[in-house]
């Protein structure tokens, strides 16, 4: 858990991009580690592009950007285009199959494939495949513990709305227990 992590979360506007991201950059603030959040997203906002970059951190934060991430978090065909490329060797994507179909043929990264819009869909809880993609990357790279990302959707969830806390650790747990 002590190692640096550059993160970018990618999709559309309107499937939980931004919310994956804010859970994961609270996992460090839990952590008592250097944390940035920076979104990024078109002015049409849902349905649009949006992607955020996270770090987490041992030292400051010296620029907030990811240019090239050590793990990519992708729910649509342009996000992938975009960003598959600049995966740093080595690195892993989280790639939700049901939306993006194609693959990038690299050989030196770790590209981790779940249908999560399917399998949230399957599952009722159609809205949450962003943090099935969460669940995924924590198994893809154990940025954190289970008990950070837990407190960071207690955190992150409005308190107008506390059952959501359980549904989305129901998605992050299909996300980690995904078998291919």
């Known amino acids: 858990m002590s190692k640096n992590w550059n993160f970018v979360f990618a999709g559309f506007g309107g499937q939980g991009i931004l919310f994956s991201g804010k859970v994961t950059a609270y996992t460090g603030l839990i952590d008592s580690r250097e944390v940035s959040w920076l979104p990024s997203y078109g002015p049409e906002m849902r349905g649009g592009t949006a992607n955020c970059s996270v770090c987490l951190a041992e030292e400051p934060i010296g620029s907030p950007l990811v240019i090239n991430p050590d793990a990519l978090v992708v729910m649509n065909n342009p996000s992938y285009d975009k960003f598959i490329s600049t995966v740093v060797p080595g690195g892993v994507a989280v790639v939700d199959s049901a939306l993006v179909a194609h693959e990038s043929?690299?050989?030196?990264?770790?590209?981790?494939?779940?249908?999560?819009t399917k399998l949230a869909q399957d599952n009722g809880i159609g809205k949450l495949a962003n943090l099935i993609m969460l669940g995924a990357l924590y198994k893809a790279t154990n940025f954190t513990s289970l008990d950070s990302i837990r407190k960071a959707v207690e955190k992150c969830v409005p308190p107008t709305k506390p059952q959501l806390v359980e549904l989305n650790m129901k998605a992050i747990e299909i996300g980690v227990n995904y078998q291919a």
């Open 105 to 116: 043929g690299r050989t030196d990264i770790t590209e981790v494939r779940i249908p999560a």
